[in-house]
């Protein structure tokens, strides 16, 4: 009985807790409330009549490029742009006294402003509710409505009487542009790289100048002049093909980007962050409190494989020997490490208006017809599907068709195999090729295969090309710059002739890049090496003398083995040590004492009776544990007028090379001048 009692007894004490605990909730709630209020209900009303914008962004520098020993070959000078930042609810008039303000101070260039500016600066200049009356009608008012008022203004708007805008307003136009073109609270360029006199004078009346700051920025400086200018490539403005493309990643419409070159491929990495200031506003579009700044990031750098004073050395001796050979009038060279696909040179020279000028793209944009340089792929290509054996003989003579045609080296050679019609440059080896891969037998006149006629060409020419892709003719070599063109494929198949052209590279064309990654997968034992020209990618360096930390290293890849077996690419290889170091190879008298291996090559081009021919030269060396491979081209040259440029341009480049490799290297900085740079370089 006591038990029950007691039990009894317990339970209204835990409901009083239990009160006593809600009732303290509920009152410090009302307190916060109350608080909330009373006492700060000014600033949270204030709060929520404002929405929150990431409005302004500061740029940050641009990461520079380096060579692979450190040598800066794209810097950032300091320069000082003029900068409007639009305030919420300015009017276009009070703008428009603000540019002639600053038309007193600066100087602007007036090449950007279009008819649909002049028009828009006109309205503003004359007043929009004079002009509206003085040009438009009140039945033509009623017409548009209120909302087609202001495009039918800019119609009534003549020529006469943009003819009346003066010299100086004008200049007032092109500055009143650039400040009504962003949004509110949105940074805007107005004027790069402002004088000193310039910067004196604004600065003198920015208490006037609503919005208007110098800022601080860099502009691209290229301490090696134009060497590899063409690579590096340039910045701009966003291009408006490309506008969606940028707006999308957060960038602004009046950024700098890379537009084209390491510059364009690279431009995420190379572009840093934005320093960003986030604004709090009333939805009138009055600011609210000091900004938040969240700091921006300088770009990374990109640390190239390129050595410049090897590059240097390349580009002199192509421009010596185009100088030197009065038929050349442009030369390509590319030098790769066969192991590792690290682009080591890219020179492009050719003469211009008596000047000779920087091409170094055309050894990626432009494509060439090869001639008996390709051979080696045409041997493998053989091998590979199982229409010649190593070692099989072929009489060397020419050939004479039932149509009457005749096709032939460009002597007759006798027996030859495949590695004596590389190192003599068999037509007729190759031709046996083709024919082979075509299914026509030319000892019987007769089709071996399943397949005649154009059919049997056009598989023999896909079998070819799928042959040469391997090599990296035709396709993409993977090198990490925009636009990589593949070359020109042709299109007819009407003939055996076309097939046993394609053999001795008289058909399909190929970049200058290509053909160095095609020699260099025989100089690597059957491996296609990816090219790449940027070898590392690292922290901006803060000190200027130190590395940064190390955000990513290109490591080499891979893009594919060739079908063949070690034995067949090792005949190729032999016969392009033949080619080089043979009694009868083809360029036997060049190269001597530098354990060369490779291809000659000439292409009949142009015209049938131009006299225009393509030469060209494909090597490695040393023969025995590869360094380097590499192409040289040189186009359209009069017939028997160039003799042997390639081969002294090979030479030299290989020569370069070895005498550099092991030399002492000291480390130039931008800021410290190479004093084998000339003035004038």
Not at 49 to 58: G, H, L, P, Q, Y
Not at 245 to 262: A, C, I, K, P, Q
Not at 383 to 410: A, C, H
Not at 427 to 455: H, I, P, Q
């Amino acid at each position: 009985m006591r038990k029950k009692k007691k039990k009894k007894n317990q339970l209204p004490m835990r409901v009083n807790i239990l009160f006593l605990f809600v009732f303290l909730l509920f009152a410090g709630l009302i307190l916060r409330l109350g608080i909330i209020q009373i006492v700060e209900g000014e600033k949270f009303l204030r709060y929520a009549d404002a929405t929150e914008n990431v409005i302004s962004k500061t740029n940050t520098p641009r990461g520079v490029i380096k060579d692979k020993k450190g040598n800066i070959i794209v810097d950032n000078e300091p320069i000082f742009n003029l900068v409007y930042t639009r305030q919420p609810g300015v009017s276009g008039e009070r703008l428009l006294e603000s540019a002639k303000l600053l038309a007193t101070f600066i100087d602007k260039e007036t090449d950007s402003v279009t008819e649909r500016d002049l028009k828009d600066f006109y309205i503003v200049l004359k007043g929009q509710d004079n002009l509206i009356k003085e040009k438009i009608t009140d039945v033509e008012r009623e017409k548009v409505g209120e909302d087609g008022l202001y495009e039918l203004l800019l119609d009534k708007i003549t020529d006469e009487d943009l003819a009346t805008i003066t010299k100086e307003e004008l200049e007032v136009a092109a500055i009143w542009r650039e400040m009504n073109t962003g949004y509110s609270l949105s940074e805007q360029v107005i004027k790069e790289g402002v004088t000193k006199q310039e910067f004196a004078k604004i600065n003198e009346h920015l208490s006037e100048l609503d919005g208007i700051d110098v800022q601080a920025d860099g502009e691209r400086v290229y301490p090696y002049g134009d060497t590899l200018s063409g690579i590096l490539g340039s910045t701009g403005k966003i291009p408006k093909e490309n506008k969606d493309f940028y707006t999308v990643r957060g960038y602004d419409l009046n950024d700098e980007v890379g537009t084209s070159g390491l510059e364009e491929q690279y431009e995420d990495v190379l572009s840093g962050i934005k320093e960003k200031r986030k604004y709090v506003t009333k939805k009138s579009g009055d600011v609210i409190d000091e900004p938040l700044v969240v700091d921006g990031k300088s770009g990374q750098e990109l640390i190239l494989t390129v050595d410049m004073d090897f590059q240097r050395e390349v580009e002199k001796i192509v421009e010596k020997h185009v100088r030197n050979t009065g038929s050349a009038s442009r030369a390509y060279a590319v030098v790769v490490n066969p192991k590792t696909g690290e682009v080591l040179s890219l020179t492009g020279k050719k003469q211009s208006g008596g000047k000779m000028v920087d091409d170094v793209s055309s050894t990626y944009l432009q494509a060439f017809q090869p001639g008996s340089s390709v051979k080696g792929a045409t041997v493998l290509t053989g091998f590979m599907n199982g229409v010649m054996q190593p070692g099989e003989t072929i009489y060397d003579r020419r050939l004479r068709f039932p149509d009457g045609t005749e096709k032939g080296s460009y002597r007759n050679m006798g027996t030859v195999n495949d590695i004596t019609a590389l190192e003599k440059s068999s037509n007729v080896y190759m031709f046996y090729v083709g024919m082979r891969l075509a299914g026509y037998g030319f000892d019987c006149r007769c089709w071996t295969g399943d397949k005649s006629g154009e059919a049997a060409y056009y598989e023999a020419i896909q079998t070819y090309r799928e042959g040469f892709h391997q090599f990296g003719l035709g396709v993409k070599t993977g090198i990490d710059l925009p636009y990589e063109a593949t070359g020109y494929s042709g299109s007819a198949f009407s003939e055996i002739g076309l097939v046993m052209d394609y053999g001795i590279g008289q058909y399909d064309t190929f970049t200058p890049l290509q053909l160095a990654q095609y020699v260099s997968t025989i100089a690597n034992n059957g491996d296609r090496m990816k090219l790449h020209l940027v070898k590392e990618i690292r922290e901006a360096n803060p000190n200027g003398d130190e590395q940064g930390k190390l955000i990513k290293r290109i490591e080499p890849e891979v893009l594919n083995r060739l079908n063949a077996s070690s034995e067949h690419i090792k005949r190729v290889q032999q016969g392009f040590y033949r080619v080089v170091n043979g009694s009868s190879g083809t360029a036997r008298s060049y190269y001597r004492g530098l354990n060369v291996a490779g291809k000659t090559g000439t292409a009949e081009v142009g015209r049938k009776g131009s006299g225009l021919e393509n030469l060209l030269f494909v090597g490695y060396a040393p023969y025995d544990d590869p360094e380097i491979a590499f192409s040289v081209v040189v186009p359209n040259v009069r017939k028997n007028a160039g003799a042997g440029i390639t081969h002294r341009i090979g030479q030299d480049i290989v020569k370069a090379y070895y005498e550099l490799k092991d030399k002492p290297y000291t480390l130039n900085q931008h800021n410290q001048k190479d004093k084998s740079v000339s003035e004038d370089d």
